[in-house]
C-alpha cells in the first residue's frame, strides 16, 4: 500500500516538469507511505511521477517506486498489491523474464510487456496503476476491478495530473477549487459522490474496473476493462441451485482469497467485530497459521454498538492475539476535524472513526496489514432491509403496471399532506408513484422531495468527462440518474438479472467502492496501514452474483447461504446471533453528547462556511432544534452527513 502523485503535459506549450510540485505532493500523502519516496520526472516526455512507499512486500531498496525496465521500454508506478505475484512471476520468468526484486510491481512491469494492457486480466488485487510505454509514449491510469484502491485526475490547466488523493493534487498551481454542485447534490442521497465526479469541479474519479489511456498524440479515451457480471466462469444453473455446491464452493473461493491475502513481509492480523464476517477471516486464516492478531473497537457511550463480548469470544475460540480500544464521544470528536483531512471530499459515514481508531491500534501494536469484511453483506444479502426491499419487490411493478400514475400519485399528495415529516417512507411512496426503480442504494440518507425542503442549486453545467466515462449518463439535480444509468447497464449485459443481483450490481458501482472501500482506505492509510478485502476477491464476487436470490434471502433468513457455509466452521450461536452492524453511536452525540451538539451549531453559523449558499440554513437549524426534543424524529444520521460537508466548506 502507498501513495502515488504526478502529472503529464497534455496540452501546454511551454511546461517544466517541476520536481518542487512533486515534493509537495509527496509530502502530501506521508501518512500512505511513511517508509520513504522516490521521484522520478521527464522533461523529454513532459512526465513526473512520485511514489510514497508502505512496505509489506520486498522490504529492500529494489522494491521503491517508480520503477523502469532495464531496457527502459516501461515505467510502473502502483498503489496496491497482486496478490498473485509468485504465480505471474513464475509464468513471466519461464517465458524468459529477469527479476531484480521481488517486488508485486515488477510483476507488473513484466507483464504489461508481454501482454500489453490485457495484463490487467490476470491480476488478482487491489490497485492503482500507472504506466508508461515509452516506446509507444501511451500513458495509463488504472483502477481495480472493485474500486478497492483510490485514483483521483483533473485536466485542469492542460494537465493530467493524478493522485491516491486530492489533497496531493491541491499543490498544483494549475488546479482550482470550486465545488461541483451536481456531485453535492448526490452526497446528500448517498452519503459520497459517484464516480467520475467529486465533489470539486474539474477533479474526477477513475471509477472501479476503468483506464485512462492518453495516446501518442494527446487523445484522452476511458475504457471499461472488466465487469463483474460477465464471469471468467460460468456455473450451471442446476449447479446453482443445489445448496450444497454452493456452500463447497463459496469456502473453497474464500478460503483461497484469504490465504492468497495474507501474502506479506511484515505483521498482519484481522478486524474482528465478533459477526460472521470477520469471525470467518479468522476461522479460515486460523486453519493456516496459529499466531493471528485480532483487533477490536467499541464505544464506551454506545452499548447499543458494543460487540465486544463476541469478539473476545470468537477470539478466544481460535486462541488470537486479542487487542481492544475503547472510545468514546470525546475521542470521536478530538478526530473528526483530521478525518475530513484525510477523507479529502465528504464520506458521512460515521464508521469512519472507529475504523481510525481500530487501524491505529493496529499500528501502535507494530502490525501493518489487515483483513477485514467489506463486501460480504452486500454479495450475500446481509442486511434486513435487504430483505424488506425483496418482499416489497414483489408488489412493486405489480401495482406500478395496473394503478393508473394519477392515482399513485394522488395517494403520495394526500401522504405527504398528511405525515410530511416521513421522509423516508414519503421518498419511497415518491418513486412508487413516478414509476422510478425502488432499490437505488444500500444509502440513501435525503430523498428527492426532502432535498428541495433545504438545498438552493442552480448550476449544473454539462461535464464532458463525466459523458466520456459514462455515455449516456443524465447529468444534473437528481439522484435517480446514477441508479437508472448503471441499473441500465446491468440489464444491457444480462436481461434476466433477478432483483437481488440488481441491487448487487448497484452496490458494487457506487457504494461500495466510494463508501465502504474508500472510508477503509482514507482511515486505514491515516494511520499508514494496509486494509484488504478477501470477499471482494474478484472470483468470489464473480460467482456470488451467480448464486439465486432464494439461496441468499431464505425462509427470512438474510446472508443464508453463507450461514450455511460458516456451519461447522464457526460456533452456531455466532452465525445465528442478531446482526448489529458497524457503526458510531450518532444518536447519542446529537440528542445527550457534549461535543457535537455545540459543534453543528457553530458550524451551521460560521461565515466562513462556503456551504452556506447552496443551503437554505433556517431549514438545516430546524432540523437539528427538532432532533434536541424527547420523542422527536431521529435525525443524527442526517446531521452527521451535514456536518462532514460542512466543515469541508470552511475556508
Sequence with gaps: MCGIAGFFNISRSSFVVDSALLEAMQASLAHRGP??????????????LTHRRLSIMDLSQAGFQPMIDEEHTVLVCCNGEIYNHPQLK?????????????????????????WGIKALDRFDGMFAIIIFDFRTQELFLIRDRIGIKPLYFSLQGGVLSFASEIKALWQLPWIQRQIKQDALYHYLTYLA??????????????PASFYCKVDAHKNIT???????????????????????????????????????????????????????????NVALMAEVITDINTFTVAFSDGPEYNEIDWARKVARHFNTNHHEIIISEKEAFDFFERMVYFQDEPIGDCVCVPLYYVAKLLKDSGVTVVQVGEGSDELFCGYSFYGQYLSMQKSWHVTQNYIPAFARRACYSAASTIFPEKYSRLAVLNNWAHD????????????EEW???????????????????YPGFEQGFDSHFLAAYHRAKLLAQDPHADFLKTMIYLELKH??????????????????????????????????????????????????????????????????RKKMGFAAPTTRWFKEGHYFKPYFNDLLHDPRNAMKDYFDIKVIETMFNKNQKPGSPDYSYHLWALQNLLVHGIK
Design 451 to 469: 432535498k428541495k425542503t433545504f438545498v438552493n442549486m442552480t448550476d449544473a453545467p454539462f461535464d464532458p468527462i463525466v459523458e466520456a466515462i
Design 222 to 280: 476511458f475504457h471499461e476493462w472488466y465487469s463483474p457480471v460477465k464471469p471468467a466462469i460460468e456455473y450451471d444453473k442446476t449447479l446453482l441451485s443445489d445448496e450444497q455446491f454452493c456452500i463447497r464452493q463459496i469456502r473453497t473461493l474464500l478460503r483461497n482469497a484469504i490465504q492468497q491475502q495474507m501474502m506479506s513481509d511484515v505483521p498482519f492480523g484481522v478486524f474482528l467485530s465478533g459477526g460472521i464476517d470477520s469471525s470467518l
Design 90 to 114: 513464475q509464468q513471466l520468468q519461464d517465458l524468459g523474464y529477469t527479476y531484480r526484486s521481488n517486488s508485486d510491481t515488477e510483476t507488473i512491469l513484466h507483464a504489461y510487456k508481454e
Design 193 to 206: 459522490t459517484p464516480a467520475p465526479m467529486t465533489l470539486y469541479e474539474g477533479i474526477y474519479k477513475l
Design 35 to 48: 517508509d520513504g519516496y522516490r521521484i522520478w520526472t521527464s522533461q523529454e516526455h513532459q512526465l513526473g
Design 436 to 447: 422510478r426503480a425502488l432499490f437505488w442504494s444500500g444509502t440513501v440518507v435525503f430523498g
Design 511 to 576: 457504494r461500495l467502492p466510494e463508501l465502504l472501500l474508500m472510508r477503509v482506505d482514507k482511515m486505514a492509510m491515516a494511520t499508514s496501514v494496509e486494509g484488504r478485502v478477501p470477499f471482494l476477491d474478484h472470483k468470489l464476487v464473480e460467482f456470488a452474483l451467480q448464486i439465486p436470490q432464494e439461496l441468499k434471502f431464505k425462509n427470512g433468513i438474510t446472508k443464508y447461504i453463507l450461514k450455511k457455509a460458516c456451519e461447522g466452521i464457526l460456533p452456531h450461536d455466532v452465525i445465528y
